[in-house]
């Protein structure tokens, strides 16, 4: 892939990313102040089982027809109608695990929501394999205009449901509305592409089902201790708390999430290609680091040190009393930075199971964590929770990147505490404020922020600096 190539799948991706988390941010912030607390925590834990067998059914077998260099059309036929039968199961089983849900809370409503909200699995079987194969083949103008769409659709018919009182529904509808939006336009996308037969060759797919097992494994181990934190806090601090957290969560981590998606989306079909060829790899994985917290780092530094302001202006009164929450949420999304990349290196890599083995120990001590902390505040259970994802990030960077990538300590210090220095230098100003009523002078202390660190960066950071600024002003040539 060119250069040139590269860069306008990047700006689409990242151009996408940034009006899909705009419309994110606008729509939870938005379901905050007119959906009670307590349906919003319903509508999150409506969403566990959900959001688990998504990651389920775009990776597996779809994240092999990626990285394999070739899949013949027999193979992609019988993987087509897998899909589709996958996306049936799915939600036969989500459905019954939104029953069990509503029995465990002792909330009856959950069964029905989770029913339908299951209903995206069905419609995303349809199409997931579409997705697969338009990312092989790089066509992100495509994938970003229908990511845009879909992210439309969300916002208009959640904030509709959501104006009219539909509660929790609101946010399940416009979900739902975004999958049935972006399957039909991926079909439409993805057909000049592939046509599936009416056939089924297990013994032709046998590969790409191996391959596929293996990763399934590990999506299960991973996005399941993703979703630990929903669950202990709705059991341990009640739905009101998980309410505020879970709609925090949304707004801090969408940014990042997005960004990182977008960069990966990029990244792993590319990483595929060069996964023969290590220095290379090595170098594409630290320039999307680096890249990733020289944008990241100084919006959540930003978004820690106005916490008050922000949660008041956002959210309302009734929500100050939990921004140290919303802080240790910025400061995970932060460290979460660190994590998003190395399971699409390890994929490539073919070493997907020593990432199925650290969140199997995230796991465990996510729910010590929680489990020590169950009688303290909501801040506390926060606080552990960004602890133990700083525990994981030591283990990425002292044991599996070094043996993996050859990470040095140098390369940290470029990818992650150069950013991380160059936002607490500009920060001053705002540190020396910290704790006073906004003003004039924060304004001040935001645009300074602003202007030393672009100024740090452009010193200290060149290549990223130079990357970054071509992604936002200029057009490909």
Same mark, same amino acid.
């Given at each position: 892939?060119?250069?040139?190539? &590269?860069?306008?799948?990047?700006?689409?991706?990242?151009?996408?990313?940034?009006?899909?988390?705009?419309?994110?941010?606008?729509?939870?912030?938005?379901?905050?102040?007119?959906?009670?607390?307590?349906?919003?925590?319903?509508?999150?834990?409506?969403?566990?089982?959900?959001?688990?067998?998504?990651?389920?059914?775009?990776?597996?077998?779809?994240?092999?027809?990626?990285?394999?260099?070739?899949?013949?059309?027999?193979?992609?036929?019988?993987?087509?109608?897998?899909?589709?039968?996958?996306?049936?199961?799915?939600?036969?089983?989500?459905?019954?695990?939104?029953?069990?849900?509503?029995?465990?809370?002792?909330?009856?409503?959950? /069964?029905?929501?989770?029913?339908?909200?299951?209903?995206?699995?069905?419609?995303?079987?349809?199409?997931?394999?579409?997705?697969?194969?338009?990312?092989?083949?790089?066509?992100?103008?495509?994938?970003?205009?229908?990511?845009?769409?879909?992210?439309?659709?969300?916002?208009?018919?959640?904030?509709?449901? /959501?104006?009219?009182?539909?509660?929790?529904?609101?946010?399940?509808?416009?979900?739902?509305?975004?999958?049935?939006?972006?399957?039909?336009?991926?079909?439409?996308?993805?057909?000049?592409?592939?046509?599936?037969?009416?056939?089924?060759?297990?013994?032709? /797919?046998?590969?790409?089902?191996?391959?596929?097992?293996?990763?399934?494994?590990?999506?299960?181990?991973?996005?399941?201790?993703?979703?630990?934190?929903?669950?202990?806090?709705?059991?341990?601090?009640?739905?009101?708390?998980?309410?505020?957290?879970?709609?925090?969560?949304?707004?801090?981590?969408?940014?990042?999430?997005?960004?990182?998606?977008?960069?990966?989306?990029?990244?792993?079909?590319?990483?595929?290609?060069?996964?023969?060829?290590?220095?290379?790899?090595?170098?594409?994985?630290?320039?999307?680091?680096?890249?990733?917290?020289?944008?990241?780092?100084?919006?959540?530094?930003?978004?820690?040190?106005?916490?008050?302001?922000?949660?008041?202006?956002?959210?309302?009164?009734?929500?100050? /009393?939990?921004?140290?929450?919303?802080?240790?949420?910025?400061?995970?999304?932060?460290?979460?930075?660190?994590?998003?990349?190395?399971?699409?290196?390890? &994929?490539?890599? %073919?070493?997907?199971?020593?990432?199925?083995?650290?969140?199997?120990?995230?796991?465990?001590?996510?729910?010590?964590?929680?489990?020590?902390?169950?009688?303290?505040?909501?801040?506390?259970?926060?606080?552990?929770?960004?602890?133990?994802?700083?525990?994981?990030?030591?283990?990425?960077?002292?044991?599996?990147?070094?043996?993996?990538?050859?990470?040095?300590?140098?390369?940290?210090?470029?990818?992650?505490?150069?950013?991380?220095?160059?936002?607490?230098?500009?920060?001053?100003?705002?540190?020396?404020?910290?704790?006073?009523?906004?003003?004039?002078?924060?304004?001040?202390?935001?645009?300074?922020?602003?202007?030393?660190?672009?100024?740090?960066?452009?010193?200290?950071?060149? %290549?990223?600096?130079?990357?970054?600024?071509?992604?936002?002003?200029?057009?490909?040539?």
């Amino acid at each position: 892939m060119s250069s040139n190539s &590269l860069h306008s799948a990047t700006r689409r991706s990242f151009s996408a990313a940034l009006f899909a988390t705009a419309l994110g941010l606008g729509q939870v912030i938005l379901l905050a102040r007119l959906v009670p607390k307590s349906e919003l925590a319903l509508a999150a834990l409506s969403g566990v089982w959900v959001s688990l067998a998504a990651h389920l059914q775009e990776g597996g077998i779809n994240a092999a027809i990626v990285q394999q260099p070739q899949t013949p059309h027999r193979a992609l036929s019988t993987l087509y109608w897998f899909n589709l039968l996958q996306g049936a199961a799915l939600w036969g089983i989500v459905a019954l695990g939104g029953w069990g849900f509503a029995h465990f809370y002792g909330e009856s409503r959950l /069964a029905l929501l989770t029913a339908v909200y299951a209903a995206t699995l069905f419609a995303g079987g349809f199409s997931v394999q579409y997705k697969a194969l338009l990312l092989k083949n790089f066509r992100f103008h495509s994938l970003s205009r229908i990511e845009i769409s879909g992210a439309t659709v969300a916002f208009i018919a959640s904030a509709g449901f /959501a104006w009219t009182g539909w509660g929790a529904w609101a946010l399940i509808l416009g979900y739902l509305m975004r999958q049935l939006t972006e399957s039909f336009l991926l079909i439409v996308a993805g057909i000049p592409l592939f046509q599936p037969l009416a056939q089924w060759h297990s013994k032709e /797919a046998a590969p790409w089902f191996k391959s596929g097992f293996s990763h399934i494994g590990e999506r299960l181990t991973t996005h399941f201790v993703g979703q630990l934190d929903t669950l202990l806090i709705g059991k341990f601090w009640g739905v009101e708390a998980l309410g505020v957290y879970d709609t925090f969560r949304r707004i801090v981590f969408r940014p990042a999430v997005l960004v990182a998606g977008a960069a990966e989306q990029v990244a792993f079909p590319l990483w595929s290609k060069l996964q023969s060829k290590p220095l290379y790899l090595r170098k594409a994985y630290l320039g999307v680091l680096n890249g990733l917290n020289s944008l990241i780092f100084p919006a959540y530094t930003l978004a820690i040190l106005l916490a008050e302001t922000v949660v008041q202006f956002v959210f309302g009164n009734t929500w100050t /009393a939990y921004t140290p929450v919303f802080q240790w949420l910025c400061l995970s999304a932060m460290v979460a930075t660190q994590l998003n990349p190395v399971d699409s290196l390890l &994929l490539v890599k %073919g070493k997907i199971h020593l990432w199925q083995r650290a969140g199997m120990a995230l796991g465990l001590a996510t729910i010590i964590a929680l489990t020590v902390v169950a009688g303290q505040s909501l801040v506390f259970a926060a606080g552990a929770l960004a602890a133990v994802q700083g525990l994981l990030c030591g283990v990425v960077f002292i044991i599996i990147l070094p043996e993996q990538l050859g990470f040095t300590a140098r390369d940290f210090q470029k990818t992650v505490f150069r950013p991380a220095l160059l936002c607490g230098g500009a920060a001053i100003p705002l540190l020396v404020m910290y704790g006073q009523p906004f003003g004039a002078l924060h304004l001040a202390g935001i645009f300074l922020f602003l202007t030393l660190y672009v100024a740090f960066f452009r010193r200290w950071n060149r %290549g990223i600096y130079a990357w970054i600024m071509e992604l936002l002003i200029k057009k490909p040539c």
